[in-house]
Nanobody
Framework: QVQIVESGGGSVQAGGSLRLSCAAS????????MAWFRQAPGKEREGVAA????????YYADSVKGRFTISRDNHKSAVALLMNSLEPEDTAMYYC????????????????????WGQGTQVTVSS
């Protein structure tokens, strides 16, 4: 049973930085698309960033380009999200998600294409 475990998050003032980490248990030998989504109260879940653990360029939502950086580790089942220049609008519950093994990041922003999800970690940015 694949489990997605997130860490990081917390509260920060506008302009600050936070780093989120995510690790997927099992299927560590296979590459897959891993992504971060977020959901603010009263809003739909939206894709933030994605990366294929086997290589290639990352993907970002327009709202976070230039501020957020997603990265992968060498074990192919862990990613991190470095969030700089945080804004109050970034306040949300952040979820890490992974597709099934060997699925790439095509249409990465569609949450329904992701099979495995973490419990979420709260990010709060105060003005």
């Amino acid at each position: 049973q694949v489990q997605i475990v997130e860490s990081g998050g917390g509260s920060v003032q506008a302009g600050g930085s936070l780093r989120l980490s995510c690790a997927a248990s099992e299927y560590t030998s296979s590459s897959k698309c891993m992504a971060w989504f977020r959901q603010a109260p009263g809003k739909e879940r939206e894709g933030v960033a994605a990366i294929y653990t086997g290589g290639g360029s990352p993907y970002y939502a327009d709202s976070v380009k230039g501020r957020f950086t997603i990265s992968r580790d060498n074990h192919k089942s862990a990613v991190a999200l470095l969030m700089n220049s945080l804004e109050p609008e970034d306040t949300a519950m952040y979820y890490c998600a992974a597709k099934s093994a060997w699925r790439d990041c095509t249409t990465w922003s569609s949450s329904q294409l992701f099979t495995y999800w973490g419990q979420g970690t709260q990010v709060t940015v105060s003005s």
